[in-house]
C-alpha cells in the first residue's frame, strides 16, 4: 500500500441493471373454503364439499423495473396460475363415497410495488392480481354411479385479488461481468378477498406460492476519472503467543462447586419439571449427597453434564441435608408473573416433595409467593429478549437462617458441593493466541503450526482476539517440539497480514498435580460480585493458593444481551476477582502467584454450558478460577 502511494490508479465497475427479464416457476399451496354443491346446471352433488386442498403449478414471464439509487421498484409477471384442488370425500345419503377434484387454471397478470432491502438481495412486493379464468374442468365420482367429468358452471370470467410476498435474488454472474443473472427464490400470499370462483355459493381459495425466479440483465460500466490516492497507514498488528511451562495431558480437579439455590419451573406449569432428579420414597431413603463427589468426566472441560447433573439433584441434596441436620428449617419463595398465589403454588410443589420422598417435617418449611424475585433478571424499562429473561423469574427461591445450610459466600446460597474429577487438556495446557484489534479491524485470521520436518497443522479460521489450542494437539504423538506458528489474516479492506512466531512444547507425562477449582457466581448484567464473595474469595480461594501457583482466571456470561456487551462485561467479572484475589494474597504475603485472566463473553466454544435451558443460561454467568500448584 505505502508503495502505491501517488500512482494513478483507474478501475472499472458496473452499474446495475435497470431493467431485468426472465420466467419463473412455482408450486400453488390451494386450501378451500365455503360450500360448493351445484356443479352445473346438470349435477347437483347429493351432498355439499366444503374443505379442500391440493398443489398446482404456476409458471411465468416476468419484467422488473430497478430505478438506480432507489429501493422502490415495479414487477409484472404474466403468468399461467393453477389453482385447482381436490376437495375431502364426502358420503351421500345412500352412504355411497363421493368425491370431487376441480382443474381450474387462470392467466393471470400480477403487477406488484418491489420494495428492496438496502446492501442485501432482500425483496418485498406487493400487488394486485387479475386473472382470466381458462379452464373450469372437474372430476366427480359417487359409488354405484357413473364417474362424471365436465364443466363448472357460473364461473367468473375474470377475478381481481391480491398478493404479498418476499424474495431474494441471489447474483450467480461474475461481478465484472455486464450480463447479469440472478436466481431468486420466493414466497407470496394471496388470502381469499376477492377469489371467490363462481358466482354461486360460496366457495372460496386462500393460495400460499412457493418458488424460483430466473433474471437476466444488462449492466454497463463506467470509467472513473483518475484519482491519486494516497492509502492511510496501515495498523500495525502485534501477535504474541503463550505457551504452557508442560503440556498435561490430565489433571485431577478437587472442585468446589456452588449450587444455585433456585428451582425453575416452566411457563404455565406448577410441577416440578421432569429434568430435575426425582426419587422414590425407597431411593430418597438411601440417598446421600456424598454419591455425587466422585463423578468422573474426561471431557475437555469436565463441566456440563457433571454439574448440571449435580444442579439437578438439588432437591434430593436438600432433603439430605435436612435430614441430617433435624434443626435446620427453610423459607420457599415461589415467584410468578401471574402473582403471589400462583407463585405459593410453585413453592408447595417443592415442599410437599421433601415431606413426602424426605420424611422432612412440614413445620420446618415455610413458603411464600411473589410476582418477581427479590433479585429479578427483568429489569425495569428493558425491551429485549423479555421472553428469555421472564423464564429465569420464575422459580422457587430457597433460604435459610440455619448456619448448616450456608455456604461460606452468603445467607442466600447452599452450601457449594465437593467434586473429584479427571480433566483433559486442562486450562494450564492450552496454547494462547493474542493479535490486537483483529475483532475490530480484521474479517478473520488463522495459523499453520510447522513442526522441525515440516509437516503443518492448521488452526482457524478466527474472528475475537484470542484463541486458544490445546498443546496436546500440536504435539500429536511427540513428547516435545518446536514449532513455527504463522498467523495470516486479511483486513476489512482487503489487505493481507502476516505475523510469525516460534514456540517450544514439552509434554508433562509424569503423574500430574491436582488442581483446585472454584467458580463465582454472578446475577444478570452485574460484573460485580455480591459483597459476601470477597470473604469467600479471601478466606477459602486465596488461602488455597501456593507460592509459585499459577491461577487461571477465565470469565463467562449467557448469550442474552448483545455479543460485544457480554465480552466486556465477562473480562470485568475476572478481572473482578483477580483484584479481589490479589489483594487477599499481597496481605498474605504471597507474591510469587502468576495469574492468566481472559474473558470469553458468550462464545459457545469456550462456555462452560449450552443455553438450552434457564439453569444453564444461570450457571454460565460465572467466573470459573482455576488453582495449579507448582510442581
Excluded at 442485501?120 to 354405484?144: H, I
Excluded at 435474488?169 to 447479469?180: C, G, L, R, W
Excluded at 440472478?182 to 378477498?193: D, G, N, R
Excluded at 433474471?215 to 472513473?224: C, L, M, N, R, V
Aim: proline content about 6%.
Amino acid at each position: 500500500m505505502v508503495a502505491m502511494a501517488g500512482i494513478t490508479v483507474k478501475a472499472q465497475t458496473t452499474i446495475a441493471p435497470t431493467w431485468w427479464f426472465g420466467v419463473s416457476g412455482a408450486a400453488n399451496f390451494n386450501f378451500y373454503d365455503g360450500t360448493t354443491q351445484r356443479l352445473n346446471n346438470s349435477l347437483i352433488a347429493p351432498t355439499a364439499f366444503h374443505k379442500g386442498h391440493d398443489i398446482r403449478p404456476y409458471g411465468s414471464i416476468l419484467m422488473e423495473y430497478r430505478p438506480a439509487r432507489s429501493v422502490l421498484g415495479v414487477m409484472l409477471n404474466v403468468a399461467y396460475d393453477g389453482r385447482g384442488g381436490k376437495f375431502k370425500d364426502v358420503v351421500a345419503p345412500c352412504n355411497c363415497p363421493a368425491t370431487l377434484e376441480t382443474n381450474t387454471s387462470y392467466i393471470a397478470v400480477e403487477p406488484s410495488l418491489r420494495l428492496t432491502v438496502p446492501s442485501t438481495g432482500l425483496y418485498f412486493f406487493a400487488g394486485p392480481r387479475v386473472a382470466f379464468n381458462v379452464s373450469k374442468d372437474f372430476e366427480y365420482t359417487q359409488l354405484k354411479q357413473p364417474n362424471t367429468n365436465g364443466q363448472l358452471s357460473a364461473m367468473h370470467k375474470t377475478l381481481i385479488s391480491g398478493q404479498v410476498g418476499a424474495g431474494y435474488d441471489i447474483m450467480v454472474s461474475p461481478a465484472s461481468s455486464t450480463t447479469k443473472v440472478s436466481i431468486s427464490p420466493f414466497v407470496s400470499f394471496h388470502p381469499y378477498f376477492g377469489q371467490e370462483p363462481r358466482s354461486i355459493e360460496s366457495w372460496s381459495v386462500t393460495t400460499v406460492r412457493a418458488g424460483i425466479a430466473l433474471k437476466f440483465g444488462k449492466a454497463s460500466k463506467i470509467t472513473p476519472k483518475a484519482i491519486t490516492t494516497t492509502p492511510a497507514p496501515m495498523h500495525d498488528f502485534v501477535f504474541t503467543v503463550t505457551t504452557p511451562t508442560g503440556v498435561p495431558l490430565k489433571r485431577q480437579v478437587s472442585e468446589t462447586l456452588p449450587l444455585r439455590n433456585s428451582v425453575f419451573f416452566d411457563e404455565g406449569a406448577s410441577q416440578i419439571p421432569a429434568r430435575y432428579i426425582m426419587l422414590s420414597t425407597d431411593q430418597a431413603s438411601i440417598f446421600r449427597e456424598q454419591q455425587l463427589q466422585n463423578e468422573q468426566s474426561d471431557n475437555m472441560a469436565g463441566r456440563s453434564a457433571r454439574q448440571l447433573n449435580v444442579y439437578h439433584n438439588i432437591l434430593n441434596i436438600l432433603g439430605d441435608r435436612l435430614r441430617t441436620n433435624p434443626g435446620a428449617v427453610i423459607v420457599l419463595t415461589g415467584a410468578s408473573a401471574k402473582g403471589p398465589a400462583d407463585g405459593k403454588e410453585l413453592a408447595q410443589a417443592v415442599k410437599q416433595y421433601l415431606i413426602t420422598q424426605f420424611a422432612v417435617d412440614a413445620s420446618r418449611i415455610t413458603i411464600a409467593g411473589r410476582n418477581k424475585p427479590l433479585i429479578p433478571s427483568e429489569q425495569p424499562g428493558g425491551t429485549k429478549e423479555l421472553l428469555l429473561l421472564r423464564t429465569g423469574d420464575r422459580r422457587v427461591d430457597i433460604t435459610s437462617t440455619s448456619p448448616e445450610l450456608l455456604t461460606e459466600v452468603g445467607g442466600d446460597m447452599m452450601k457449594p458441593v465437593q467434586i473429584n474429577a479427571t480433566q483433559a487438556n486442562p486450562p494450564d495446557s492450552q496454547v494462547i493466541l493474542n493479535i490486537d484489534s483483529a475483532k475490530q479491524l480484521l474479517r478473520s485470521w488463522s495459523v499453520d503450526v510447522t513442526d522441525d520436518k515440516g509437516t503443518v497443522q492448521h488452526f482457524g479460521p478466527f474472528i475475537d482476539d484470542q484463541a486458544n489450542i490445546p498443546g496436546n494437539t500440536i504435539l500429536g504423538g511427540n513428547s516435545s517440539g518446536d514449532y513455527k506458528i504463522v498467523m495470516t489474516g486479511e483486513t476489512r479492506a482487503g489487505v493481507p497480514v502476516r505475523k510469525e512466531s516460534a514456540v517450544h512444547l514439552i509434554r508433562q507425562d509424569e503423574t500430574p498435580t491436582k488442581g483446585l477449582r472454584y467458580s463465582i457466581l454472578y446475577d444478570f448484567d452485574r460484573s460485580n460480585a455480591i459483597v459476601s464473595y470477597d470473604k469467600f474469595l479471601t478466606n477459602v480461594v486465596s488461602a488455597s493458593i501456593t507460592d509459585g501457583s499459577t491461577v487461571i482466571i477465565h470469565g463467562h456470561t449467557d448469550n442474552i444481551g448483545e455479543e460485544d456487551h457480554n465480552l466486556k462485561l465477562s473480562k470485568e467479572r475476572a478481572l473482578d476477582v483477580q483484584h479481589t484475589l490479589e489483594r487477599a494474597l499481597i496481605k498474605a504475603g504471597k507474591t510469587n502467584v502468576k495469574f492468566e485472566t481472559i474473558g470469553f463473553g458468550e462464545d459457545a466454544g469456550n462456555a462452560p454450558f449450552e443455553n438450552n435451558l434457564v439453569e444453564e443460561r444461570f450457571y454460565n454467568r460465572t467466573v470459573i478460577i482455576d488453582i495449579i500448584p507448582v510442581k
